[in-house]
């Protein structure tokens, strides 16, 4: 496992540099299996590693913590690579990257998606780890690796663990997930996968996955439409002259003022997940607008003072409900 310490979220140049000294490094030092190459990213680096990996069509597989693929460079059907995809229930980029694992399926990429508990930030130790279990068992199934049939068994047990203990939780919706991506990834290579998917199509028909299939949905919705507001605000700020600036500001600032303040109070712990994503991206977007102003020497002065009045509540409320 090898990795750059220029590599971080930005221009194209600076992380096509860093990922081409990573290869010619790696390359010198050891004996790389070319048929076995993985790349991997969070947030903005996941979106390059996506590319690089259509570009290069160099790699076995791709690991995308928090994001997805470039809007410019969506995935064409029948992918040539495998991808992990992993995202934290509270992550602003939830939504996109649970529709980006439908769309993977459609265009019969092999893929998975494991939801986890956290924030915009890396998976945890254990996600890690069933992620490069489950690149091996993607490199086994097309012939990158050889059959190990202890591992294949050994990985069944663990995937058939994992989905009973969700629904011994109570989470039904959980464990049809779970049982869904493991016919998928076994099929071809267990005898396990039968049962995977008898129990899935089993699942399927239950009241309360069918009710969290359509909550699913709904979050996702609620956060865009929350979100999609805040954002037309922001977007109007920035093309805002300085006469009607501060009226401006003040519309925008009352509402996040009041979804933070409906965060606060909220009960319903699904409900307050979408405001805490919501204001996770807000807070992101406005950082990310600031550097990229900033880097293009466009930031309006105004705007710049706006953003150091604002960004410090909006994290503060958002850390503050983790």
Known sequence: MA????AHNGLWKPLSQAAQSVHEDTHERIAVDNNRIY????????????????????????????????????????????????????????????????????????????????????????????????????????????????F?????????????????????????????????TFDGLSEEEAFFRKRA?????????????????????????????????MDALRQSGTDDFELRSKKLESQISNLRIHADHEKNSQKLLVDQRTLAGISMEALETGENSCRQRTLQAPVLIWSLRLLPSLMMSWRSRR
């Not at 990795?3 to 220029?6: E, G, N, P, W």
């Open 3 to 6: 990795s750059s310490d220029d």
């Open 39 to 150: 790349f991997a990213g969070l947030s903005g680096t996941a979106r390059f590693a996506a590319t690089l990996a259509q570009i290069c069509k160099c790699a076995a597989g791709v690991l995308l913590d928090g994001a997805g693929f470039e809007r410019s460079s969506p995935p064409a059907p029948h992918g040539t690579f495998a991808v992990f995809l992993t995202v934290g229930n509270l992550d602003f980029n939830y939504g996109q990257v649970v529709d980006l694992s439908a769309k993977l399926g459609e265009l019969h990429y092999a893929q998975i998606l494991r939801r986890n508990d956290g924030p915009h930030e890396w998976a945890p130790a254990g996600v890690m780890e069933e992620a490069f279990a489950w690149f091996r068992l993607m490199a086994m199934k097309d012939g990158r690796e050889t059959r190990d049939a202890a």
């Open 152 to 184: 294949v068994e050994e990985q069944a047990a663990e995937a058939d663990k994992r989905a009973k203990t969700l629904a011994l939780s109570g989470d039904a919706y959980g464990s049809w997930l779970e049982y869904r991506q493991d016919a998928e």
């Open 201 to 233: 199509d089993a699942l399927k028909k239950e009241k309360a996955v069918l009710d969290g299939t359509k909550l699913d949905r709904k979050e996702i919705e609620e956060q865009s439409s929350l979100t999609d507001s805040i954002y037309a605000g």
